[in-house]
């Protein structure tokens, strides 16, 4: 390979200098050529001029005279010329006194003869003089003319011989020049690079900075000494580079199989686990056990407390399987707080749910993270190789989904997959795709549960409810349903369905002269925080033409919680329309004041669990009372929903809640039964919450 660098290299060299050489030396000979050329027309002119200047004193003789004696000699005198092919003595209007004429000489090239020289060069010398006798009286007359015509050819081969001369000569010397510029070349040049050739290929790749180029000798201090400075440099740090790259391979390696905060295996590496076991197990014809467990509402540690402390407890957490459960168990990190383990070489089934409850146990012990103590619990789904699945991923998948079913049954606890299991985990997955296109397919329908006025006893509006009539089976329970769209994300096309049509609804309802009713429609976290909400209310405000102070926005206390700070901004926007907003389920969740205070509420709305036990429970009581007191000490009206019994309503009005909603007034209905409650109803509904008041009113009076 150097051989054919070497050769290849000075080959170039020695063609572009010889090159260059040769095209420059035929130039310049052609410059000169050119030169000699204008050089030898000027003195062929030169000669004639000559020639005529010799001849002119006899042939104005001759013609004066009209001698043709010394005309001829005249002609014959010019003819001694070479040159000279034609000549004459001629008079005005007369026949010439002397003329000859000879052939032109032929030569080669006489066309590129022709371009420089001409064809002939003729000239015309007016022979002119004074009559004798007649003085200066008489002025000079014009006697004749003296015509010659010259060929080239002569000098043309002079001019060719002096131009292959030159040529030549030119050629000769720029091959000597271009030797000599090639040698230099060749030793300035290549001989050095061939010598840094060799010491390339004595480089190792890998280590490449291990052995440095030492530059060629006389060309330490020039470009070349100062490009083997570079080449060595760069070495350097390509053995740098390569350093850290393997070191970053190394962390990429880990990062693709481990989770970085536990450092236990990942997903990926969890796969690969789970795939050598199904070879050990066929090959020792064993069984083994894929476990996933998932931990039940851990993000009320992020809420409460922040996300380093989620941290901690994940951490400890992972300390606390590594200890539990046997080394030869693999223990991994799947999701934010999901963790799987594979049990190898089981027995019999029990033997998984034996180390599955040692996992729950763990869960269960109490953490301390940052001088707080934080209880948990969790949920676990059981797949067994090779009963339940012949891959890892199905095994993985199996085990996910039965967690999933597991947890919407309660949680705390575990589960294993059976088929009846794997047939409602696929039924589910056919409502979520029915579910999709439900608005699309009108099977979706609204109703409308009242609202009523506690001091006044007027229906104040309704909250618009959802409800799902499948083609096949039925009307399904929102409790089935709703879920079902949040985890699919479905909820943010159905709630906006619900937002439209209630919106037209309240539009007809303002059309049919009840002015004072407010409508009220649920938001969930995903609708506020993964969709333009804000938008949307503007062009469902503006295409319906409602007054948007009529329209009012339920949001669960656990919505906002989610992002506290986006969530306040985003609902000051919502503010900014004219809405009414209404935080929902209050009492659930675990907003702090502090929070509560930034919030623009309007209305605060009490969940029905502190409602149905307020008058059995004490403490749900004074729940209550404490919510009302604290909507009013904000500026909130306050509405509690599922009141069911006229004792109830009594003590809510006791403790001067705004509105009250429940089976006790209405369940809910559809919109025509709605209007005709409103028209058939209203004065019903009006004095049994009068009657309420008064007995309510009565009882503190003896009270106090």
């Known amino acids: 390979m150097q051989g054919k660098l070497n050769s290849r290299l000075s080959n170039k060299l020695f063609f572009a200098v010889m090159g260059t050489a040769l095209l420059m030396g035929l130039l310049l000979s052609i410059v000169q050529i050119m030169l000699d050329a204008r050089q030898a027309r000027k003195s062929l002119e030169s000669e004639a001029q000559q020639i005529l200047a010799m001849m002119k004193e006899p042939a104005t003789q001759a013609a004066y005279n009209r001698d043709p004696i010394l005309a001829e000699q005249v002609v014959q005198g010019l003819f001694r010329n070479n040159a000279v092919f034609y000549a004459a003595v001629s008079i005005p209007e007369k026949p010439p006194l002397a003329s000859e004429f000879r052939n032109k000489n032929i030569i080669p090239y006489r066309s590129l003869i022709s371009s420089i020289f001409g064809q002939e060069l003729s000239y015309t010398l007016e022979l002119r003089g004074i009559a004798p006798g007649t003085g200066a009286q008489g002025g000079v007359q014009l006697f004749g003319n003296l015509e010659v015509s010259l060929d080239p050819s002569n000098a043309a081969n002079e001019f060719i011989e002096r131009s292959k001369t030159i040529i030549i000569s030119g050629l000769a010397q720029a091959i000597i020049f271009g030797s000599v510029l090639y040698l230099i070349f ?208 199905q095994l993985l998948k199996n085990a996910e989904n039965v967690m999933q079913l597991a947890k919407s049954q309660g949680g705390n606890n575990y589960q294993f997959y059976v088929a009846n299991v794997d047939q409602r985990i696929r039924e589910t997955k056919v409502l979520e795709r029915q579910l999709a296109t439900a608005a699309e397919d009108n099977q979706l329908q609204l109703v409308f549960q009242p609202q009523v006025n506690l001091v006044t006893g007027d229906v104040r509006g309704a909250e618009a409810l959802v409800r799902w009539h499948h083609p096949e089976r039925g009307m399904v329970s929102p409790v089935e349903f709703i879920p079902l769209a949040e985890r699919t994300g479905a909820i943010v096309a159905i709630g906006e369905w619900v937002l439209k049509q209630s919106c037209y609804a309240l539009r007809r309802w303002l059309e049919a002269g009840f002015h004072n009713l407010t409508i009220s429609v649920n938001v969930s976290a995903i609708q506020l925080h993964q969709s333009d909400l804000v938008g949307t209310v503007k062009r469902l405000v503006n295409e319906t033409g409602i007054p948007p102070q009529h329209l009012m926005l339920e949001i669960t206390e656990t919505a906002v919680m989610e992002n506290v700070d986006l969530a306040i901004r985003l609902l000051k926007q919502m503010k900014e329309t004219g809405v009414q907003l209404a935080i929902d389920d209050f009492g659930t969740g675990y907003s702090s004041l502090s929070y509560l205070k930034k919030m623009p509420m309007d209305e605060v709305k009490i969940d029905r669990a502190f409602v149905q036990d307020m008058l059995e429970d004490p403490d749900n009581g004074t729940i209550v009372d404490a919510i009302i007191q604290l909507g009013h000490s904000l500026g909130m009206s306050v509405i509690a929903e599922g009141t069911e019994t006229l004792d109830q309503i009594k003590y809510l009005q006791e403790c001067e809640c705004d509105v009250a909603q429940g089976y006790y007034y209405s369940q809910p209905i559809r919109e025509d039964s709605f209007l005709t409650f409103l028209s058939n109803q209203r004065s019903q509904v009006k004095s049994a919450t009068q009657r309420a008041a008064k007995t309510a009113n009565s009882l503190l009076n003896k009270s106090s």
């Open 186 to 393: 060749q030793g300035l040049i290549a001989r050095p690079m061939t010598s840094l050739l060799s010491s390339l290929e004595e480089i190792d790749p890998m280590r490449p900075a291990q052995n440095q180029l030492d530059a060629p000798r006389g060309h330490e201090d020039d470009e070349l000494g100062a490009w083997v400075q570079k080449i060595n440099d760069l070495f350097k740090a390509i053995e740098k580079y390569n350093s850290k790259r393997r070191v970053a391979e190394a962390h990429v390696e880990r990062l693709s199989n481990y989770d970085m905060l536990t450092e236990l295996p990942n997903r990926n590496m969890l796969l690969r686990r789970i795939e050598q076991s199904i070879q050990d197990a066929n090959h020792q014809n064993d069984m083994f056990a894929v476990l996933y467990c998932a931990l039940d509402d851990f993000k009320s540690v992020n809420l409460l407390h922040s996300y380093h402390a989620g941290d901690k407890l994940l951490l400890t957490l992972a300390d606390r399987f590594r200890a539990d459960l046997d080394p030869t168990h693999t223990i991994a990190r799947v999701g934010g707080d999901v963790f799987a383990m594979v049990l190898p070489n089981l027995e019999n089934h029990y033997e998984a749910a034996d180390i599955a409850q040692k996992v729950l146990d763990s869960v269960r012990r109490p953490f301390r993270v940052d001088n707080h103590s934080i209880s948990l619990s969790a949920t676990i789904g059981i797949t067994i190789y090779p009963h339940d699945a012949a891959t890892a991923d």
